[in-house]
């Protein structure tokens, strides 16, 4: 069966029942699992008694900051952004980062607790995707729900513009901030969001705001690093735009999210494997679950494991 993962839209945790020579497995698959009270989609579900837990470890050894805190950080973001007269340039995934940083600027704009300026969103899959997302509110919570029933659009207000076209992309880069520009891919790795670096990081007006996780080399990483030198399409940019980094925008659970999912399981887990997540994190996650009592294995790409 399948239950709600709250990572991003439709996003599921799997329980396998296998029957084999007479006896039953459960498999529990958690993989992408989602975070508790973060806007628009509903907490994970807890999934019960099963003999087997695969899991994720993104952030098996962090600690998010609180949503709250992010928000606050794009909030001093854009202020300073208006001040400065510049570009927010927000290297964003398509699915689920996009429609949460459009629904928290959304909720700020209409708390003014920043001015309402421009906001470009610029990436076709994005545009694509949020259509996808208005089409299926039975997955929103209570309080996206809410916003809706008020006739109040989180991801199409006034101030917000979708951009399909080459030619609308490139004439952001003629116009004057302050704005926003959201667009991918999500590691800046490819995509309009380079084009959009390429012409904005050497600007001291300008920032760049990284609101997701950005994996071992690639550009992404590099900026979450404040390198002051960066290759985009081949080319050396000397980095002048300031770097922001709100790390509550991940959609994964954090290593206490993991811990409190795991032991809401219950006590009949015969093992678990541990599996998407770098050694630095995957390795400490699995000690603690060691020490917490139970059996634990990190397998390697290729590993094959026989259940008893």
Excluded: W
């Excluded at 926003?180 to 590691?187: D, L, N």
């Amino acid at each position: 069966k399948f239950c709600d993962a709250g990572h991003v839209l439709g996003s599921a945790v799997t329980v396998l029942r296998v029957k084999d020579r007479g006896k039953l497995l459960k498999i529990g698959y958690a993989v992408d699992l989602g975070r508790k009270r973060i806007p628009i989609l509903r907490d994970p579900v807890q999934i019960k008694g099963v003999d087997y837990l695969i899991i994720e470890s993104t952030y098996g050894n962090r600690l998010h900051e609180k949503v709250e805190e992010s928000e606050k950080v794009l909030e001093d973001t854009v202020n300073r952004i208006v001040r400065q007269k510049g570009k927010l340039i927000i290297p964003s995934f398509t699915l689920e980062r996009t429609q949460e940083v459009v629904y928290h600027l959304h909720s700020l704009i209409e708390e003014k607790r920043i001015p309402a300026i421009p906001i470009f969103v610029d990436s076709p899959l994005a545009v694509n995707i949020t259509s996808v997302f208005r089409r299926h509110p039975e997955c929103f919570d209570k309080e996206t729900m809410r916003l809706l029933r008020g006739k109040s659009d989180p991801f199409g207000f006034d101030y917000v513009t979708y951009i399909h076209e080459v030619d609308r992309s490139k004439a952001l880069n003629e116009m004057e901030g302050p704005m926003v520009i959201i667009s991918a891919s999500g590691m800046a790795e490819g995509g309009r969001i380079l084009h959009h670096l390429k012409n904005n990081i050497e600007s001291p007006r300008n920032i760049i705001m990284i609101v997701g996780y950005m994996a071992a080399n690639t550009l992404g990483r590099r900026l979450v690093e404040k390198e002051k030198q960066v290759k985009i399409f081949g080319e050396l940019y000397t980095r002048k735009a300031d770097v922001v980094v709100a790390n509550s925008f991940s959609a994964h659970a954090d290593r206490n999210g993991l811990i409190e999912y795991v032991t809401g399981v219950g006590k009949g887990i015969k093992h678990i494997f541990i599996v998407h997540g770098e050694e630095s994190q995957a390795i400490p996650f699995a000690e603690a679950l060691r020490e917490m009592g139970y059996s634990v294995t990190v397998p390697h790409l290729g590993d094959e494991v026989k259940l008893p």
